[in-house]
Structures are given as C-alpha cells and as structure tokens.
C-alpha cells in the first residue's frame, strides 16, 4: 500500500466506508458506479484513467470478513466481485505455467482449484481467491493432469457432480485438489464476499 495511503489512514482513523461505487468485472476491469449502484449490480462505467487504475491496483486488499476493498487515502472503497478477487491470466510462459492477478502479483503458488457447474475455474492462490479469465482458460485446463497422467478432458467428460474432488498435478505446483462446486458456492468455499454491503 502507497506510504501516502498509510499515512492518511493514520491521520483520519473513522472516515465512513464506501459501498456501491466500484466493482470488478470478471474481465478484470475496475467499473465506477456514480451512481451508487454497485449493490444492485448495475453496469458501471469502465475506469479509463492509468493513473488512477495503478492506484487502485497498488492499494486493492480485504478485510477480515472476506470483503475485498481500495483504500482511497482514509477511506475504505468496498468492490462487487462479479466474479471474484482477482481475475488470473497466463504470462505466456508455458514450461511451466505462469499466472499473474489483474493487478499484476505473480502467482507463485496455487492451494486448489474449483471448478463451477458453468465451466468457470478458480483457484486459491497465495494473495487470495482468483478466477482464471475466459482467454486463458483452455491453456491453464491443458496444463493440470492428475497424478496418473489423465488430462482434466477425460474427467470432465464424466462430469463429476457437485463436492467432488479430484487430485491434481500442474508443471509448477505439487499435487493438490481439483473440487466441483455450483458457482453459489464459491465465495464460501474460497472465503469472499461477492457483494459486501453496508450494516
């Protein structure tokens, strides 16, 4: 978080939260709400500012509860997840794969993957719950393989049922599980909370 940040956070200690006015799409875009509708899941407008998407880049975290947040100076700007905290794309390194956030982390270590009833996939990676983004699904699929050597396709075409799991190998990780659970399930599985709103 910027020194900036941190030093407003320590002069001004009880500015109100935010709620309603910044989302993140499941592309990984940041969306403004000026209306306040965040909430209700209206659209948003697409931030275009650099300078203001590196902000909220370099100052995007959560709280204990799982609601994920930009500290803008002292105050705390809660996001809608349309998906989850961090959207996961490939680098274009593959031997091995590698995976970095919307905001730019290196992913260097994943703790599992879930997969949902519409074929999105997640993973839980060291800076939290992240979706693998929709470009870049087919190439993170083709790299996991279980201990025995059978591709991730030839499971999914048992199309395991809901609480599953099935071990995992990838490249650069050791074996973990692969779960099946419906998308409403996910922020509880993984530990975020897609809509925070205010008490």
Sequence with gaps: ??????????????????????SLSTQGQWRLHPRGDADLCGPG??????????????????????????QNGPQRVFVRLD????????????????????NSLDVHAISGWWLDESGRLYAQT???????????????????YTPGHESLTTILERSPKPGHAVPIKAEHVNVIY???????AIPGKLGFIRNPVAA
């Design 1 to 22: 978080m910027d020194k900036n940040v941190l030093a407003a956070m320590t002069r001004w200690p009880n500015v109100p939260d935010v709620f309603g006015w910044l």
């Design 45 to 70: 407008e697409p931030i275009s500012s650099l300078r203001i998407l590196h902000f909220i880049d370099h100052n995007y975290t959560c709280d204990p509860q799982g609601r994920w947040y930009f």
């Design 83 to 102: 998906a989850a905290p961090y959207i996961l794309r490939t680098t274009g390194s593959r031997q091995p794969l590698r995976m970095q956030t919307h």
């Design 126 to 144: 060291e800076h939290g719950p992240g979706l693998v983004a929709g470009r870049d699904l087919m190439e993170v699929l083709e790299s996991l």
């Design 178 to 184: 692969l779960n099946f659970y419906a998308d409403a």
